[in-house]
Structure formats: structure tokens, C-alpha cells
């Protein structure tokens, strides 16, 4: 599903990486380890084209970066869902229309956007909630709308930057759990985290640490 192949990146007075491989396959749940300020955001943006290899190549299923327009990126990007530390809801807009928005994007027909809203809001535990406003809910529940936004378009794969960095070891735990339900519904994800404690809690989970400018597959022992 995604391939990684030899891939630099990097400014003119920082390298970022340098020859990275990685293979994420459908359906898998990958923890992206390392700490603050290494290169998780940036690997994740090399991933949904926001930033482009300055070496090498990015495959994620059709699309090759070498190859990709501009204005395939879009189409891209309704393959992989993507959720925020900072949730980048709009707080002018109640629940629903942010859930919505991605829909609305693509021009969907109210009706089915309506069924889409609604069924992921029923998955995630916030049906109660498309009428309020961001700034009405909890942390947590701020995170449910932004992971019920970038699931609202059946992604492929579900990239988390950081998704728990906001929030208390309580919260934090339900929100890694939620993510694993939709893993085992047969969503890939990728968790961006500095947070071992986090990982410890999910064993069974493939690690990969970003570490001198390299990705290395880490294993923990049992």
C-alpha cells in the first residue's frame, strides 16, 4: 500500500532523512516513535504530499511522488485521513458541518453526506454532539470529531500526528483504543508519538523509531 524507497529529505542547512525504506501494508497499525522536533510530521506530510522527497521515491498505491500533478493530490488525499494534536476544527461550524466538510469537498449529495456523518458519529461515540460547537466539548471529545473527520471518506490509511499530546493519560488511553478499533475494522494507521508509555500499553503494535536521520524497526521485549 505504501512503499518508501531510499527517500531523502532535507533543507539546505538541515538534513531530515537520509535513505529511508519503509513498507506499511493494508490493514497494519505502525507506532512512529522518536523524540520531539526528529522528523514524525515531516514523514507524515512526505506521505500526503504536503512536502516531496528531495531523493528517492514515495508509492502510495497508485500514486508514485515522482510522477504525481498537482492536481492529483487532491484525489490522494481522500485515500489517507489525517488527525491533528491540535484537532484544526472551525469553531464557527457546529459538529456536524466540520465532520462534513471533507464531503462537501468532494461534492457529495447532501443526503449521502448525511448517512456518512452520521454512521461515523455513531462509530466514534459523539451522535450526541454534530449539533454543538467545538468550543463546547472536552479535549477528548475535540479529538473524536477530528478523528470522525478524517475517517467521514472510508480512508485507506489514518495518519495521527501526535493525537494524544493534548490530553490527560486517561483520555489519551480511550483515544488510543478508539484508534484500534478502527485498525481492526481494516483501516492502516500510523501513530506519530514521543509517548513510550503509550506504546508499552500496545505490544502487539509494529514500532518503527526515527533516529539519526534513519527508521529502525524496534521490538519490545515481552
Keep these: 500500500m505504501l512503499k518508501f524507497e531510499n527517500v531523502n529529505f532535507g533543507y539546505p542547512n538541515k538534513e531530515i532523512f537520509k535513505d529511508i525504506n519503509l513498507f ?10 522518536g523524540e520531539s522536533g526528529i522528523g514524525k510530521t515531516t514523514l507524515l506530510k512526505l506521505i500526503y504530499s504536503e512536502l516531496k522527497p528531495t531523493g528517492g521515491d514515495i508509492n502510495f498505491e497508485e500514486y508514485d511522488s515522482k510522477k504525481i500533478e ?22 464557527d461550524r457546529n459538529i456536524y458541518e466540520n465532520i462534513a466538510l471533507p464531503l462537501y469537498i468532494d461534492g457529495l449529495k447532501e443526503d449521502k453526506i448525511k448517512k456518512r456523518v452520521y454512521d461515523i458519529a455513531s462509530k ?10 467545538p468550543y ?3 479535549g477528548g471529545e475535540q479529538q473524536r470529531v477530528s478523528i470522525a473527520r478524517a475517517m467521514v471518506n472510508e480512508p485507506k490509511l489514518l495518519l495521527a500526528d501526535e493525537p494524544t499530546g493534548n490530553l490527560d493519560p ?21 501513530f506519530a508519538t514521543h509517548n513510550f508509555d503509550i506504546v508499552k500499553k500496545m505490544r502487539d503494535k ?15 521485549k515481552i
Design 70 to 91: 498537482n492536481r492529483d493530490i487532491p484525489y490522494l488525499r481522500r485515500k489517507i485521513g489525517v488527525v491533528f494534536q491540535d484537532f484544526k476544527l472551525m469553531n
Design 136 to 138: 463546547d466539548l472536552s
Design 24 to 33: 506499511v501494508n493494508y490493514g497494519e497499525f505502525i507506532f512512529l516513535v
Design 170 to 190: 486517561f483520555i489519551s488511553l480511550e483515544i488510543v483504543k478508539l484508534l484500534n478499533e478502527i485498525n481492526v475494522l481494516g483501516t492502516a494507521i500510523i
Design 124 to 133: 466514534i461515540g459523539i451522535i450526541d454532539k454534530l449539533n454543538n460547537f
Design 206 to 220: 509494529r514500532i518503527i523509531q526515527i533516529k539519526e536521520n534513519k527508521l529502525f524497526e524496534v521490538k519490545l
